[in-house]
Nanobody, 115 residues
Framework: QVQLVESGGGLVQPGGSLRLSCAAS????????MGWYRQTPGKQRELVAT???????NYANSVKGRFTISRDNAKNTVYLQMNSLEPEDTAVYYC?????????WGQGTQVTVSS
């Protein structure tokens, strides 16, 4: 089992920045990738960014050039640095961790971009 604890959401003005963190505990040695999804009411959960154990990253087109995903393997923690935030980025952001046969989810953290 893997437990994920997220932090860092909040309210920010358009053009501002936030950094989300997600710490993994438990049987984290089986994790091969971590990342972030986001969801708004009435819409499907959308992949935002992924980072593999080898450091390969992948981003949604809508966040490329604005968001950066990184990880600290020693701390089993993944980060999402979000810059130039737009109102369209408002959502609940969910951290995930993927093993060969399982995917684990954090509890979600609200990000609101509004003036």
């Amino acid at each position: 089992q893997v437990q994920l604890v997220e932090s860092g959401g909040g309210l920010v003005q358009p053009g501002g920045s936030l950094r989300l963190s997600c710490a993994a505990s438990g049987d984290s040695f089986r994790i091969n990738a971590m990342g972030w999804y986001r969801q708004t009411p009435g819409k499907q959960r959308e992949l935002v960014a992924t980072i593999t154990n080898g450091g390969s990253t992948n981003y949604a087109n809508s966040v490329k050039g604005r968001f950066t995903i990184s990880r600290d393997n020693a701390k089993n923690t993944v980060y999402l640095q979000m810059n130039s935030l737009e109102p369209e980025d408002t959502a609940v952001y969910y951290c995930y961790a993927r093993e060969l046969l399982n995917t684990y989810w954090g509890q979600g953290t609200q990000v609101t971009v509004s003036s």
